[in-house]
């Protein structure tokens, strides 16, 4: 996904966020994030503003900017808070409360592992939006009736719990970019993020050490864990095919091992 950076924005754009949030003094572009077409730290008198973008044109990037703004006020305390909304000069773009971090190491003996479980220890206390889509039907073409019932939920779910969204501050953590958000079990940012400590070489068992501090996890029925193992592993391996999922797949089934 190309790039553009605050200063090659129009001076429409420029006119239209200043608006809402006042004259900006300063800007740096931020080059991480998978969903957006612009992101920057913007400084203002009154400080700083976290802003992400995508052209007006991107439909699919417009329906997840929509689900952070929808979903924002129920992670408030989890994630940064959304500040504005501006449509203009051909971008959509969505400015946030500024959060000083790093992305977190998740690797075996981190320290950020505490703070990494505090904040979705937190996150697992929010109840999803109405009309949020249920985290079932990702699996919809995979997984039969019977297994999809039991990924259904009422928790406000993250999905994407990589380390480039997770910030770690000196005493805390933040979740954050909630572009792929989705109603379900509690245990499932766990599941997930258990696999993105095995991704940063933590071995399967001490990773899931780390995961049976949650009680969500070890109330988890075990079928419903098998389920997400197999949905998963099943459209890795239609997109990637069978040879090139047998790593992260592997990572998985360890979850229902």
């Known amino acids: 996904m190309s790039r553009s950076g605050w200063w090659e924005l129009s001076a429409g754009v420029w006119a239209a966020v200043e608006e809402r949030m006042g004259p900006v003094t300063g800007a740096w572009d931020v080059a991480d994030g998978l969903t957006c077409s612009t992101a920057a730290v913007l400084s203002t008198e009154a400080g700083h503003v976290f802003m992400k973008g995508v052209p007006a044109g991107d439909a699919r990037g417009r329906a997840a900017q929509a689900m952070e703004a929808v979903v924002n006020a129920a992670v408030c305390g989890v994630g940064p808070r959304l500040l504005w ?52 039907d990702r699996f919809a ?66 990773a899931l050490e780390w995961a049976a501090q949650f009680p969500s996890w070890e109330a988890a029925d075990p079928r419903a864990v098998q389920a997400l193992v197999t949905g998963t592993c099943r459209l890795w391996e239609r997109q990637v095919g069978v040879r090139d999922a047998r790593h992260s797949n592997a990572r998985y089934a360890a979850l229902a091992a």
């Open 85 to 136: 909304q501006v449509t203009a000069g051909g971008w959509d773009l969505l400015g946030f409360e500024y959060v000083e971090g790093r992305h977190a190491d998740l690797a075996a003996g981190s320290a950020d592992l505490v703070l990494v479980a505090d904040v979705l220890r937190a996150a697992q206390a929010a109840r999803a939006p109405e009309g949020l889509p249920s985290f079932a």
């Open 141 to 206: 073409d995979v997984l039969p009736p019977e297994q999809l019932g039991l990924l259904r939920g009422d928790v406000l779910l993250h999905t994407d719990t990589n380390p480039h969204n997770l910030l770690v501050g000196c005493d805390r953590a933040w979740l954050v970019d909630w572009a792929m958000p989705a109603a379900g079990p509690a245990w499932v940012d766990v599941a997930y993020t258990t696999v993105r400590l095995m991704e940063a070489d933590c071995p399967a068992g001490e």
